[in-house]
């Protein structure tokens, strides 16, 4: 996984993260433009969907060099996750597993009522797991 | 500022002091102090002088002699220095020393015992000499001088209780048990003290304290958002948005610690485990006599108290180390582990605390995932700091042909527990014949099946030592989704399979398989006819239990309503 981020409902970054350091901005540009097709499929949905499955929206795109997938909470947040094309044993469960482990982290985040939504996410425990996970897939 | 200063004053005062005096501090860190009363008892002059060179230079020469009068001198001298520097006044080490020999004139300085120093302090005799060569171990760890007047910052936090320095020289023996270097150790007056402050934002002591309430109470602590926040991440392990009681012990130990200059850890100490904090927690308020309160205890330390306690069957220790978790296959390994036992009670009770033990671990770690799960955050308050279940009855030793007494008095226990709390006790004793195929769990969940499994038992049954086992776990309802009870039940069941061959004999004197040798038939008479008797009362707790179980359904049912409704209102 090369890069995750994590978007709050009005589409500021709450969270970005990337595993190689160098080309972050391409990948800021990437996760960015990726949250315009997320907007498309969350309006393309139509009424509100409780369904687990739905939040995972699957492959956003894929462009030469990546692929770009999503994921959208019932709160509108959104998780976008840029990984290597070059990846090719990333199974599409494994992704869903990433997402819901991110979703999952994100709740805990919540939970904190120390935490305010829309705030940057300074989350030790965040970060760790986040870096656990890239790591994993890299 | 002003609290830095005003910490400033009361940890440098005490600095010297403790060089000399050498006051168990890990009493102290949880004693609030108040600004005021170090500013006016505190002769010390006030240096801003870095504290940890004094504590450097005292701890080299402070070995355990003669310390206290080189190092009061020592002190004086750089007091003098130091204030010479602040121009204060000068007041040579006597008057620090006043105090120091009389601990409850200052009570403040001692409070003011650096959490560094405190812990671990626990030094008998001479507390002076401790005094420099902790400060040397400790000052490595302090990062900044006025941590101890972090205390003075938490003692702004809440009202202080002065009363507690007198109880020093308590402490420090009680320290001493909990030495250890370990600044992430929780001593008792800390934990008194949190306790009480936990009572302040809420009542009750199994309950949560909610989000919200935290927030605000450890925003008092003038810790940065950040910190508390990374504080609150590291302490709610069961990430449920509310702090049990051990939750916030370890929460405001985090702080206190903070506040005296300790870096927060990536990931939660090990003393400030839930679990573990249950256990210790559990102490106390056991004092407190929570016998209404039944809970689940979760942390093995706990169990092995109770092993040590009394003969708590391993029964309810194994309920209390699965609350409402989910896993059967917990549940399969204590009962493959019981099983494997054919023991008495108590060695089935170690067992079982070992394996609750290693269960708890899994279980917490599964919990958090089952956020779902409404009931958990009400499970956790019920099993955390809980007194533990009022002690099973007697062994089964006791019982006999007067069983049904016995099973009665069980019932009263637990129509009690059930009525008081939400978790009733669990069963009063493990069978003392685990049955091998107790991995046939019936289900965490329901009672009913296991409830069943009593009248079915009757029908196998070929003792009445069996019945009379049988009759005592289904006493103790539980709605539990224990294996525990299954346990219980299942053994019966499994008993009368293995009757003639089991040595379960060694806990009812008078079990008629010991006699089926030497007078068969007979023996066997009499056993049919204590088995029907042992039916009936079976039948009969059967029935009460399960009137017991739906009353405790309805309660959880209404609990978690409730949750339901202050869910939303808690989370932000």
């Not at chain 1, 540009?29 to 939040?55: C, F, N, P």
């Not at chain 2, 939750?247 to 130990?253: D, I, N, P, V």
């Not at chain 2, 956020?371 to 009022?390: C, L, Q, V």
Request: proline share 9%; charged share 25%; with cysteine.
């Amino acid at each position: 996984l090369t890069q995750c981020g994590l978007f709050c409902p009005q589409n500021y970054p709450l969270y970005i993260r990337s595993v190689p350091t160098e080309n972050e901005l391409k990948f800021h540009y990437t996760v960015h433009t990726s949250l315009d097709v997320v907007d498309e499929k969350i309006s393309a949905m139509g009424k509100a969907l409780v369904d687990q499955r739905e939040l995972y929206l699957g492959l956003l795109y894929p462009t030469e060099d990546y692929k770009v997938y999503g994921y959208v909470t019932n709160s509108k947040v959104k998780f976008v996750m840029v990984v290597d094309s070059s990846n090719t044993a990333l199974r599409d469960n494994e992704i869903r597993s990433m997402f819901r482990k991110l979703h999952n982290s994100y709740t805990d985040i919540m939970c904190n009522p120390f935490y305010n939504p829309g705030d940057r996410i300074h989350s030790r425990a965040f970060d760790t797991m986040v870096n656990s996970m890239m790591m994993q897939v890299c | 500022t002003e609290v830095c200063g005003a910490k400033r004053v009361g940890y440098f005062g005490p600095a010297q002091f403790y060089i000399a005096l050498k006051l168990i501090a890990a009493a102290q860190s949880g004693f609030p102090v108040r600004i005021e009363s170090i500013k006016n008892e505190l002769p010390l002059p006030r240096f801003m002088a870095l504290k940890n060179d004094t504590e450097v230079r005292y701890g080299t020469p402070a070995e355990f002699h003669g310390v206290k009068f080189q190092v009061p001198h020592a002190n004086l001298e750089k007091n003098s220095y130091k204030r010479t520097d602040e121009g204060d006044k000068q007041e040579p080490k006597s008057p620090p020393m006043s105090p120091i020999c009389s601990p409850p004139a200052s009570p403040s300085t001692y409070q003011r015992i650096p959490l560094s120093y405190g812990y671990g302090k626990a030094r008998s005799g001479l507390e002076q000499q401790h005094g420099a060569p902790y400060e040397v171990r400790h000052s490595t760890h302090q990062q900044d001088g006025p941590s101890s007047g972090n205390y003075g910052a938490k003692s702004a936090l809440t009202c202080s209780t002065p009363n507690r320095s007198l109880s020093v020289e308590r402490e420090q023996q009680d320290s001493s048990t909990q030495y250890s270097d370990d600044p992430w150790r929780i001593t008792e007056e800390q934990r008194d003290y949190y306790i009480n402050q936990f009572r302040s934002l809420q009542p009750d002591l199994n309950a949560f304290i909610s989000g919200s309430v935290a927030k605000n109470f450890f925003t008092k602590s003038k810790l940065p958002i950040l910190e508390l926040s990374h504080i609150w991440e590291l302490s709610d392990v069961d990430c449920d948005g509310a702090l049990t009681l051990a939750e916030f012990c370890a929460a405001f130990h985090l702080v206190v610690a903070r506040k005296n200059g300790y870096q927060l850890p990536e990931t939660l100490p090990e003393t400030l485990l839930p679990e573990y904090l249950q256990a210790a927690c559990l102490k106390p308020m056991r004092d407190c006599a929570l016998f209404d309160s039944y809970s689940e205890p979760m942390p093995s330390s706990q169990q092995t108290r109770d092993l040590g306690r009394a003969e708590k069957s391993s029964a309810e220790e194994v309920p209390d180390n699965s609350p409402l978790l989910q896993d059967g296959k917990k549940d399969d390994k204590q009962a493959l582990k019981v099983s494997t036992t054919l023991k008495s009670i108590p060695k089935e009770f170690q067992h079982l605390t070992v394996k609750a033990a290693a269960q708890e671990p899994n279980a917490l770690r599964a919990r958090p995932r089952s956020r779902s799960y409404s009931s958990t955050s009400i499970e956790d308050a019920m099993k955390k700091g809980e007194e533990p279940p009022t002690p099973p009855p007697r062994p089964q030793k006791s019982h006999s042909r007067a069983s049904s007494l016995d099973l009665n008095k069980i019932f009263q226990q637990n129509t009690q527990a059930v009525r008081s709390g939400w978790l009733p006790p669990p069963p009063p004793a493990l069978p003392p014949r685990p049955s091998v195929s107790q991995t046939e769990q019936p289900s965490e969940v329901e009672l009913h099946p296991q409830m069943n499994k009593p009248p079915s038992q009757a029908e196998e049954n070929s003792s009445a030592k069996k019945e009379v086992v049988l009759a005592q776990p289904p006493s103790k309802p539980a709605r539990r989704k224990l294996r525990t009870e299954a346990q219980g039940l299942e053994t019966p069941e499994l008993s009368p399979t293995i009757n003639v061959t089991s040595s379960l004999p060694a806990v009812k004197p008078h079990l008629p398989v010991q006699k089926q040798s030497s007078k068969q038939k007979r023996a066997i008479q009499t056993a049919i006819r204590k088995n029907k008797e042992a039916n009936a009362v079976l039948a009969r707790l059967n029935s009460e239990l399960q009137q017991q179980l739906k009353e405790v359904h309805k309660e959880r049912i209404a609990l978690e309503t409730q949750l339901e409704q202050l869910r939303p209102v808690t989370v932000l």
